[in-house]
């Protein structure tokens, strides 16, 4: 019986706080710019040409420095042994070159350069030429 009781006034205070937090209409002012607004076209959300410059450059930047230190060597000799714990028994180990974590990185700004490439200067220059 202690259960039901506990249940019903869960259920008063619910419905007491719903009741209280009723929505309300919005004004009509609101209602005639929303209507105002729907043949417009919405603000494109881009980055901007020189932040895109910016991370464009420091993206090749990184790029060149990794390269010029992958020929040069540097990381060659760093490698690292991760064992992996699957079960109890058994652990098997991986080796990681440090060389082929750096190429994977070189690889990566890449791809971030080229997705840069194309939103700072590939996508104005061709959004300017279809608009003629």
Do not use: C, Y
């Amino acid at each position: 019986m202690q259960r039901d009781d506990s249940n019903d006034k869960d259920l008063r205070l619910i419905d007491e706080t719903l009741g209280k937090n009723k929505l309300e209409s919005p004004s009509s002012n609101f209602t005639h710019r929303v209507m105002m607004n729907l043949h417009s076209m919405p603000v494109a959300s881009s980055l901007s040409a020189r932040k895109g410059l910016l991370l464009l450059s420091g993206t090749v930047l990184a790029i060149t420095i990794l390269t010029f230190l992958v020929a040069g060597g540097m990381f060659e000799n760093v490698n690292e042994t991760i064992s992996v714990p699957v079960a109890k028994d058994l652990q098997p180990s991986i080796n990681v070159k440090g060389e082929w974590v750096v190429k994977g990185l070189i690889f990566l700004n890449i791809v971030l350069a080229f997705i840069l490439f194309d939103r700072t200067i590939l996508r104005p220059l061709f959004n300017k030429k279809t608009s003629f």
